[in-house]
């Protein structure tokens, strides 16, 4: 059976049953993984040894501030297991997404509330383990994020990354996945935000629906449909020049959205 890391119910820290797993699965060594946790016991024995013995660097922090200064280039995904004292897990996800797109997987107690996970979804988590698991099936979920964006790379090469759209003197460029307000200021997007204002643009004035919109962001598949209200509602704030109009990204109440403004493309 393999390692399972467990949360004591009186003491509330988590310790580890070794049964003799394996990693197994071949070195990954191009993958660079930030882990996240103030326990010295399960960062620096359990996950970061376990993901280290499969081929990944690690980089472990017991500061939630910290992992937001290490650029996304510098790593491709980030395990997040919050504490009360570091602050509310939630808001630390939100200024991750606020500037990157990459992979974030959040541990939780075996106590929380379905609410949270849903929530830690819906923010843009892209997975949301409980405790107690075992540390194959943490690499298994890791693995499977990273695959998943790994196709998306890969479909989007085959694309021609050409051309792009113009809106209310706007700029939305493929080459480069840019967008460029009136002004001539680049306005930085995450890769969701990208995908989410292209489809909108590549179907002016026509309602689109959520499901519609889940698929282009490439959104889990079994995510709620209020994740595509959350990914609208950040990319309505970066659109905005002039707060006194309306929204330029308009709500289909009942089905989704529609893109509002007229489109050229460049």
Known sequence: MARAIHMHSQRHRSV???RGASPGNGPETANHIVVVDDDPLLVQMMITNYLEASGFSV????????????REVDQCLIVLDPKPRQGDV???LQDIRASSDVPVIIISGHRAAEIDRIKGLELGADDY????FSLRELLARIRAVLRGRQMGRVARARV???GGYRFGGWRLERRGRRLINPDGVPVLLTRREFNLLLALLEAPGQPLSREHLLRATHIREDALDRSIDVQVMRLRKK?????SLPD?????RGFGYRFALPVEPL
């Open 16 to 18: 580890v049953h070794d």
């Open 59 to 70: 980089k472990a922090t017991p500061n939630h501030a910290e992992v937001l200064q290490v």
């Open 90 to 92: 939630f808001n630390v």
């Open 129 to 132: 383990v409980v405790k107690p």
């Open 160 to 162: 021609p990354q050409r």
């Open 239 to 243: 659109l905005v020049v002039d707060p």
């Open 248 to 252: 330029v990204i308009r709500t289909e």
